[in-house]
């Protein structure tokens, strides 16, 4: 069985069960795993609990008992009687879930006949228990006619198939509802990833074109609304078709993964970093004019231009182009603002690359550049 056994039977209800058995005829009963733990115990005779069980030489008859009876069970008998170690009489059936054997049911401490006071009294002397007491709980022990044993193993058998149905049911619930619970979170987890694929690009991690344009739409209308700053960079990797002819498509992603990197290390949580493009990243930083993050976006330039990447033993490093924009209020929707970053963008790249530009919107037709970083060539 893979679970424990406590989960597989219902042991609170064994118990009661057993304890109504026990009080209509007097007949003990125990549920023992294969190790030897007792779940279920009802009606014990006292001379096993006060006496054999607690003495330490009788506890280990006891023991080898137990496991001698379970032991021929495990080798398929359908039920075994057997006269204990310390004397007395004992029977256990097996219990089956599932075609495994899992445990036994055991009933016993009683006799077929009465008991040979002479040997139980030097017995008792030998282990050294309280003669007056220990003849009194021998005295308590049944005496059972063997035709009603016979009668007693056949409901014992009968008893132990129900437990082990019982207990095969259970198991069948739990699996199934593992199962379930399997599925649940399967589905869980492809609902979960649908939902990031969907706002994310799978290379880089990063939000995708999709979610950077709703964004972009709400912190626009919010920023119109309250008159508050607000910037857009567009970044594009430089020359970045030659990085994969000459290195390798998987390089060229390992460089879109690191550039990614460090453009999402760089800007506040507050801050959207999306990929919008094979190699053009943007950055939406709402709550910051153009010349809060000019500065940022120069050491971003000079960081990414100082990265340095190895393949094939053949070291190589990368730059990118900035392009700016910051929004007064003086566009009229994002895709005007886009523009304006993109025009800083291609006046970034006609300057030789690896620069940042910014543009101001100062008025819709005196536009008005700025070069920021200018490490080009224009
Ligand atoms: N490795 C890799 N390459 C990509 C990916 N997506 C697009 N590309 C490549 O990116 C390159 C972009 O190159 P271009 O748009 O021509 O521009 P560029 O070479 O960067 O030149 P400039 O922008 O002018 O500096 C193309 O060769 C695309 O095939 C990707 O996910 N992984």
Same mark, same amino acid.
């Given at each position: 069985?893979?679970?424990? #056994?406590?989960?597989?039977?219902?042991?609170?209800?064994?118990?009661?069960?057993?304890?109504?058995?026990?009080?209509?005829?007097?007949?003990?009963?125990?549920?023992?795993?294969?190790?030897?733990?007792?779940?279920?115990?009802?009606?014990?005779?006292?001379?096993?609990?006060? &006496?054999?069980?607690?003495?330490?030489?009788?506890?280990?008859?006891?023991?080898?008992?137990?496991?001698?009876?379970?032991?021929?069970?495990?080798?398929?008998?359908? +039920?075994?009687?057997? /006269?204990?170690?310390?004397?007395?009489?004992?029977?256990?059936?097996? *219990?089956?879930?599932?075609?495994? /054997?899992?445990?036994?049911?055991?009933?016993?401490?009683? &006799?077929?006949?009465?008991?040979?006071?002479? +040997?139980?009294? $030097?017995?008792?002397?030998?282990?050294?228990?309280?003669?007056?007491?220990?003849?009194?709980?021998?005295? @308590?022990?049944?005496? #059972? $006619?063997?035709?009603?044993?016979?009668? *007693?193993?056949?409901?014992?058998?009968?008893?132990?198939?129900?437990? =082990?149905?019982?207990?095969?049911?259970?198991?069948?619930?739990?699996?199934?509802?593992?199962?379930?619970? $399997?599925?649940?979170?399967?589905? @869980?987890?492809?609902?979960?990833?649908?939902?990031?694929?969907?706002?994310?690009?799978?290379?880089?991690?990063?939000?995708? @074109?999709?979610?950077?344009?709703?964004?972009?739409?709400?912190?626009?209308?919010?920023?119109?609304? +309250?008159?508050?700053?607000?910037?857009?960079?567009?970044?594009?990797?430089?020359? &970045?078709?030659?990085?994969?002819?000459?290195?390798? /498509?998987?390089?060229?992603?390992?460089?879109?993964?690191?550039?990614?990197?460090?453009?999402?290390?760089?800007? @506040?949580?507050?801050?959207?970093?999306?990929?919008?493009?094979?190699?053009?990243?943007?950055?939406?930083?709402?709550?910051?004019?153009?010349?809060?993050?000019?500065?940022?976006?120069?050491?971003?330039?000079?960081?990414?231009?100082? %990265?340095? &990447?190895?393949?094939?033993?053949?070291?190589?490093?990368?730059?990118?182009? #900035?392009?700016?924009?910051?929004?007064?209020?003086?566009?009229?929707?994002?895709?005007?603002?886009?523009?304006?970053?993109?025009?800083?963008?291609?006046?970034?790249?006609?300057? =030789?690359?690896?620069?940042?530009?910014? +543009?101001?919107?100062?008025?819709?037709?005196? %536009?008005?550049?700025?070069?920021?970083?200018?490490?080009?060539?224009?």
């Amino acid at each position: 069985m893979n679970h424990a #056994f406590e989960e597989v039977f219902d042991i609170p209800k064994l118990t009661e069960l057993c304890e109504r058995y026990t009080k209509t005829n007097g007949v003990v009963t125990a549920l023992l795993d294969l190790e030897g733990n007792v779940h279920v115990k009802t009606g014990w005779q006292d001379i096993c609990t006060r &006496f054999h069980r607690v003495n330490e030489v009788s506890a280990k008859r006891c023991t080898e008992s137990d496991t001698c009876l379970a032991g021929q069970l495990a080798a398929g008998s359908n +039920y075994n009687v057997y /006269h204990c170690k310390n004397g007395l009489v004992d029977i256990a059936v097996p *219990i089956h879930v599932d075609g495994e /054997h899992v445990a036994n049911f055991f009933t016993g401490q009683f &006799f077929f006949e009465a008991p040979n006071e002479d +040997y139980f009294r $030097k017995q008792g002397e030998e282990l050294g228990f309280e003669l007056i007491p220990y003849m009194d709980a021998l005295s @308590r022990v049944p005496v #059972f $006619k063997e035709e009603d044993i016979r009668k *007693i193993v056949e409901f014992l058998s009968g008893l132990a198939q129900v437990f =082990g149905e019982m207990a095969k049911a259970k198991l069948d619930l739990m699996e199934l509802r593992e199962a379930e619970q $399997k599925q649940f979170e399967e589905l @869980r987890e492809a609902k979960e990833q649908m939902e990031r694929l969907a706002i994310e690009d799978p290379l880089t991690g990063l939000k995708n @074109r999709r979610e950077f344009s709703a964004r972009l739409e709400s912190e626009f209308h919010r920023a119109g609304r +309250y008159q508050h700053p607000m910037s857009l960079v567009i970044i594009d990797v430089d020359n &970045f078709k030659e990085i994969n002819d000459t290195h390798g /498509h998987a390089a060229g992603d390992e460089v879109l993964k690191a550039v990614s990197r460090l453009l999402l290390g760089s800007v @506040r949580q507050s801050d959207l970093v999306a990929r919008i493009g094979g190699d053009e990243f943007c950055i939406l930083c709402p709550e910051s004019s153009a010349d809060d993050v000019e500065g940022l976006m120069e050491r971003v330039c000079r960081e990414i231009s100082e %990265l340095e &990447f190895c393949v094939h033993g053949n070291a190589f490093r990368v730059t990118c182009s #900035f392009g700016l924009a910051g929004y007064v209020g003086l566009c009229r929707n994002p895709d005007e603002l886009l523009v304006c970053a993109d025009k800083s963008l291609y006046e970034a790249k006609q300057r =030789g690359r690896n620069c940042v530009v910014k +543009y101001l919107c100062k008025e819709s037709e005196n %536009l008005e550049l700025k070069v920021l970083m200018g490490q080009g060539r224009g």
